[in-house]
């Protein structure tokens, strides 16, 4: 009789979407996050229902034959990566066949034309935001990643290789600096201490870096010889700017009470197919840009012919996309929520000589309330819960020719798909875009057009 906080050990038969492993273990089925198909696991039993046991993994016992050795010494560790010891030919083999397994589930018949590899698989990220603590209580400063399936530890991630060396160098330095200083860092369960996170970004086109340090307001630091020690610093890059960041919020993410501009500006500029692009603090904006540009490409691809066309781009972020299909298109209206992103994505669009784009802030179940033309076209991005359901049925009343949704979240896609399909659209294809190597994540777009009035 199995029961809550026992100690299994079975074979992972699947892993679905995403990342969420499957077993059997004495007649009953074993759900649990993580793992690859093949491996044997031990795992503590979390709760038990319906023939169903729920359970947490605590350990990797065989390797799947699908595995080689980790390139990372973090890996099993740290809890940013899935995939570091498949080679990227299986894991690309793997999203695809989650994603296809996922539609087929959900009774979805879709054209799906297989997956765009990344165009670089390590170092490619843009941006990585680190978290001060310990890595076991007492321990020394960290500065890198939470431990894995734990809140509030971190990991010195000193060896990660989805970062290029500019990040890991100006992490670890930082880390050196404050260890020398004894400044402790944030401890959420106390709400106490100084030293919250650090928030590096990189445009992979200029080498341009912003650097963002956040702490909170308990304690002052010595801004002018952080700054120095950062300039000082040789990487392949170029610091364009430096932030001090307050945050004095007792949740553990970033956002800022103030942010003060310690040195050049509070902007890097990133360059995707021909346009450019600032990218502040808080902007959203792909962190893989080599495969944003795929990303996009397939998306301006799936829109076709939008010469004299009204193009809606819904959940705009900085605009990326409007301003991609800007130069094709008659005119592009974007919506966002966040209302810094589009005073961003305002201003790239003068930074690009685009005059027939329009931003607008608000969220989309109540902007779209407010646009008055037809579009022929509208692009859907939305975050990973998908479209809020009482906006979906009013963006599909615009009645457009074409759909083109672009989704980080295959679950909440197919959830969004069944309602077009019953509104009247025929999903004509999708394509899958790694945007994510060595994660469980993975992009795709989908081009949906009307079939009846």
């Known amino acids: ?57 605590i350990e990797v016992l065989e390797k799947s034959p699908l595995e080689g050795e980790s390139r990372c010494k973090h890996f099993g560790i740290c809890g940013g990566c899935a995939y570091q010891t498949l080679s990227y030919e299986e894991e690309l083999k793997l999203k695809e066949k989650q994603v296809r397994e996922l539609f087929e589930k959900e009774g979805l018949d879709i054209n799906l034309l297989g997956i765009e590899p990344s165009p670089i698989e390590g170092t490619y990220r843009n941006k990585m935001e680190y978290t001060f603590g310990d890595e076991e209580k007492g321990g020394p400063l960290s500065l890198g990643l939470h431990i894995k399936g734990r809140f509030y530890e971190t990991v010195n991630t000193t060896d990660c290789n989805i970062v290029d060396k500019d990040f890991t160098l100006i992490r670890e330095t930082i880390r050196k600096y404050f260890e020398e200083k004894d400044l402790p860092f944030y401890n959420t369960r106390q709400h106490s201490g100084v030293l919250r996170h650090l928030v590096i970004r990189k445009a992979l086109s200029t080498g341009e870096v912003l650097v963002n340090l956040v702490t909170t307001s308990q304690q002052e630091i010595n801004r002018e010889e952080f700054k120095e020690m950062l300039l000082n610093l040789e990487i392949d890059g170029e610091i364009k700017g430096i932030l001090h960041t307050i945050n004095d919020g007792l949740s553990d993410v970033v956002k800022a ?42 998306a301006r691809e799936f829109a076709g012919d939008i010469d004299d066309k009204v193009v809606f781009d819904l959940y705009s972020g900085t605009g990326t996309i409007a301003q991609i299909m800007a130069p094709v298109a008659k005119k592009v209206i974007g919506i966002e929520i966040v209302e810094e992103a589009v005073e961003m994505a305002k201003e790239n669009a003068k930074l690009n000589n685009l005059d027939n784009v329009e931003f607008i802030a608000g969220d989309v179940l109540k902007a779209v309330d407010d646009l008055h033309e037809k579009p022929d076209l509208i692009i859907i991005d939305p975050p990973r819960d998908g479209i809020h359901p009482k906006a979906i049925n009013k963006i599909i009343d615009f009645n457009p020719d074409t759909f083109v949704y672009v989704s980080c979240n295959p679950v909440t896609l197919a959830r969004d798909l069944k309602v077009f399909i019953e509104r009247g659209y025929e999903v004509k294809k999708a394509k899958l875009m790694d945007m994510f190597p060595r994660t469980a994540h993975v992009e795709t777009v989908v081009l949906m057009s009307r079939t009846k009035n």
């Open 1 to 57: 009789m199995v029961k809550r906080n026992d100690v299994i050990e079975f074979i992972i038969d699947k892993v679905e979407f995403p990342n969420k492993g499957k077993g059997t273990y004495d007649g009953h089925i074993v759900k649990f996050k993580g793992g690859i198909e093949g491996q044997k696991v031990k795992a503590r039993v979390s709760k038990k229902r319906k023939g169903v046991i729920e359970a947490k993994l």
């Open 257 to 298: 009470d103030r942010i003060d501009l310690l040195y050049g500006r509070d902007y890097i500029v990133e360059e995707i197919l021909g346009l450019k692009f600032k990218i502040s603090p808080f902007s959203f904006f792909q962190t893989n840009s080599l495969g944003a540009e795929k990303l996009y490409s397939i």
